[in-house]
Structure formats: C-alpha cells, structure tokens
C-alpha cells in the first residue's frame, strides 16, 4: 500500500503587459491500493505561479474582457498510477488540461472512477482495452454525469492517458511507436465501436490500418528524419499591441515559420488592423489561420469573415459553438465561396460528436484534443473516422502538456491512419514546455518525434515540488505573504 499526496495548484495570468498575480486552489489526499499489478491513482493540479523565474514573461497570454477566456488559470489535474511489480517499478503519468476554477471538480471525478481502476492486473486492462475503456465510460452511476462528455470525461482522459504512459513504458517505447508497431487488429481491440458503426465499423478500420502496413516503415524513416510540421499560434494572441504582434512576427519568420494563426472575433475593425499588419508582414505565400474561440452565431460567423476574407485565411477555427453541428455545416457552405475552410474538435466532447461532424459535413479540419475526449482509445476511432470521410486531422495543442501528448497520435496518424502530411499540421505552442519532464523538440518549425519510453505525460519533480497544492513551496511562500489562504 502506498500513499501520495495528489496536489493542486493554479495560476492565474494578467493582462498584457502586467506580471503575475495571486492564485486559488483545492487538493485532496487519498489513498488507494490495488491487488495484482497495485496501482495508486493521484491527482494534482499544476501550473506555473508568479515570480517563477522559469515562466519566460511571453508565455503570459493576456487577458482582455474581449477574450472568450479571459482569466486563464492554466492548470491541469494529475495521475499516477503504480503496480505492484517488484521488478518492474515503472509509474504512469497521465493529466486533463483545464484552466483554473474547475480543477477541483476534475480531480473529484477522478476520485470518483478510481476505484474502478485500482484493483486491475494490466493484462485485464491492455489485453481488451476496449472493453476496460467501455467499463469506465458505463459505470450505472457516474454516466448519469456525463455520458462521455463534460468533467466526467476528462476525469476519463486523466486516467486513461496515464494507462497509455505506463504501457509504453513498460514496452520501452514512446507511445507513437508503441502505435505504429501495432497490428490492426491490436489497435482495433482498443477502441469502442459502440455508437459509431453508421460511420466506421471494425472491418472497415481494419482495412484502412491494413491498407497502409507495407509503406509504414518508409513513412517511420521519413518522420525520423523530418520531423511532423507545425505551425505558430504564440504570434498573435488578442490583446498583444502592435508593436508586440510584429516583434514575435519577425522573431517566428526568422525561426523559418511559414504558418501562423491569429485569434479574431472581439472587434471587426481590429481583427483587420492585425490581420493587415500579420499579412503586410508575413506575406501572402505563407499561411494564415483565424480562431475565433466561439465567439459568433452562425449568421454573425459568416458576415464577419465575409469582411476578412480577403487576408485569405486558410481557415476560420472554432467560429461558433462546439456543440452546434448544423451550424458549422452552414457556414461550411457560407465559406466555400470564399475559400476558406471551418476547423473545430477542441471542445467537441466524444467521438459520437466527431461522427455527426463528419457525416454532416460541418469541419473540414479536424483538431482532437488529447484531453478533451477518452483519451487514445477514442482518438484512435476519431481519427479513423476523419480517415474515412477524407478529412484531415490538425490537431489542438498548446495548454499543459497538450503539445506533448498530441504529437504522438498525430505521428501515428501520419504513418498508419492518413499515410500523408498534405493539408495536415500540427499546432505550435510556446509556453509551459519547461515544466515538462520530457518536453517536445522542435527542429525547423516541425516536431521531432520523441525518442523516450511513455507518453511524454510527466512533469519534473521540482515543478511538482514548487507548485502542487498546497504543500508546494510557491504555495506556502504566498500563504506566509498572506496573499493567499490555505
């Protein structure tokens, strides 16, 4: 039996070009112990606090009331899960990015499905991995509170990911190649096809899996070699001045950066200003992207890029709300014209929700999220589906951790599911990757893939040590201050 204390912590940014301020947070210790292959379950909510001296000042993402989220807290709720192999003391590490307020629901939800967790030989979870995942999603009770979907759900992912860490690591793989060297019919008996057979059945994802085995390895060669390309989104938050916007504009182009996204949808005339400025920068031979971040209805989506049309986005990202699929196939049809594509799945909440995309027509560029939804296991169905329909998956990242989650599946993606980067890329974030144990690598504006065993899950244990609430040093630094109560 062993103990931990599962921590939490948030912080809190400020708007641009402001410093640091106070914080809030909850935690919980609880303890659990497992029988064959024991697992302990944790959670703890992480993130960077104020005068840390790690946190690089352009991290700060300001805040202004015209953001859709205009307090960010990043912060992340946090599993480990351990065995009971003597000689094999391998831990996974899994987390759900969130941004603040909130955490503590997440970490109570985690609690919640612990006990369904703990108690299970591995080979009982990894030999049917779909009928384990099915077992977490259906509990009688806690499917009431979801199903599938909402804070449940990225209890769900916490966990989830965690258990996809710990295989890998005991496989002594990065989970891209645990992945890739998979047969069909392994990767099949991880997903749960139940609810999506109108649009993918087993035999048919089998024979897209099947289809791409001979080539894979020359792919695998080239993905080594090159890297998975990304593009820029720390450019052009709302909220940077000018003069910011062109400096980190400049810096990205002498990096080699030759895809950038901008938010927009706060104010017309200055989404134009900016949009100018990026474009008058940059040029036209390069990429631009529009995030919205839902701040329009539908109507209001199409009149709005109707007028930004001419900076030629590549396309308009998550416009409206996540939830609204005919909507999104409206003004899917709305932007034809102009040629300019619709992106959304960050928010989209199960692959129930990625199917109805698809079969409508409502995105023509699909970003999972590797915290959002079950984790692999239903990334695995989505990205099959996206396959099937002929859509190409982007991916979201950035926040804690996702850059270095996402990378994984997409590289999987590319050397078994879609077989090619075209259209295809994957978003670039610049903050946080310091508090990761095994952060991402970036060599010529792409994603070099990564080398260690896991799912690139882990914080450091000193961000750990300085940030966990309640007992991290940043925490009890401000609670002697009396800037915070704990």
């Known amino acids: 039996m062993e103990l931990r204390t599962p921590f939490c912590c948030d912080h809190v940014l400020e708007s641009s070009p402001g410093l640091w301020r106070a914080f809030h947070l909850h935690g919980q210790t609880m303890e659990v112990g497992l029988l064959q292959h024991a697992a302990v379950i944790l959670s703890c909510q992480i993130s960077p606090a104020p005068g840390n001296p790690s946190c690089q000042g352009d991290f700060n993402t300001p805040q202004e009331l015209r953001l859709r989220h205009t307090d960010p807290d990043y912060s992340c709720a946090y599993v480990i899960i351990t065995t009971n192999d003597a000689d094999n003391e391998l831990t996974g590490h899994g987390l759900t990015f969130t941004i603040g307020r909130g955490t503590e629901i997440v970490v109570a939800a985690v609690k919640a499905l612990a006990p369904f967790v703990t108690g299970k030989a591995l080979s009982d979870i990894y030999d049917n991995f779909a009928n384990f995942y099915r077992m977490l999603t259906s509990e009688p009770q806690l499917r009431w509170v979801g199903p599938e979907k909402g804070v449940i759900h990225l209890a769900t992912a916490a966990i989830l990911n965690a258990l996809w860490d710990l295989w890998a690591k005991r496989e002594g793989k990065p989970v891209w190649k645990l992945l890739a060297d998979m047969e069909p019919e392994q990767i099949v008996n991880c997903i749960d096809f139940r609810y999506i057979t109108d649009a993918l059945t087993k035999e048919e994802a089998l024979e897209i899996l099947r289809s791409n085995q001979a080539t894979k390895r020359e792919r695998e060669q080239t993905l080594l070699k090159d890297g998975y390309p990304a593009y820029t989104t720390s450019t052009a938050w709302l909220g940077y001045s000018d003069e910011v916007l062109l ?113 409508a027509g409502a995105l023509q560029y699909c970003q999972i999220d590797s915290c959002r939804v079950g984790s692999i296991n239903e990334l695995l169905s989505i990205i099959l589906m996206a396959k099937k329909f002929g859509v190409p998956v982007c991916p979201h990242a950035g926040g804690v951790s996702l850059c270095e989650l996402v990378q994984h599946v997409i590289m999987f993606d590319y050397l078994c599911v879609s077989a090619t980067l075209e259209n295809r890329v994957l978003e670039y974030v610049d903050h946080l990757h310091e508090h990761a144990k095994y952060p991402i690598v970036m060599k010529d504006t792409c994603y070099t893939p990564p080398k260690e065993p896991g799912y690139s899950t882990e914080l450091k244990e000193q961000t750990l040590a300085d940030y966990a609430y309640p007992a991290g040093r940043v925490w009890q630094d401000l609670a002697r201050e009396g800037k915070v109560t704990l």
Not at 265 to 289: P, T, V
């Open 247 to 359: 400096q980190r504009c400049r810096k990205a182009l002498s990096e080699g950066w030759t895809k950038f996204k901008m938010k927009v949808g706060s104010d017309l005339a200055d989404d134009i200003h900016r949009a100018e400025l990026l474009r008058n920068e940059i040029g036209y031979d390069k990429i631009l992207m529009m995030d919205a971040n839902q701040k329009w209805g539908v109507d209001e989506t199409i009149e709005w890029m109707g007028k930004l049309a001419m900076f030629k986005p590549l396309w308009i990202e998550e416009p409206t709300s996540p939830d609204d699929i005919l909507g999104h196939a409206k003004i899917v049809q709305a932007m034809k014209p102009l040629g300019i594509g619709v992106a959304t799945g960050e928010h989209c909440q199960n692959r129930v929700m990625f199917k109805q995309f698809l079969q």
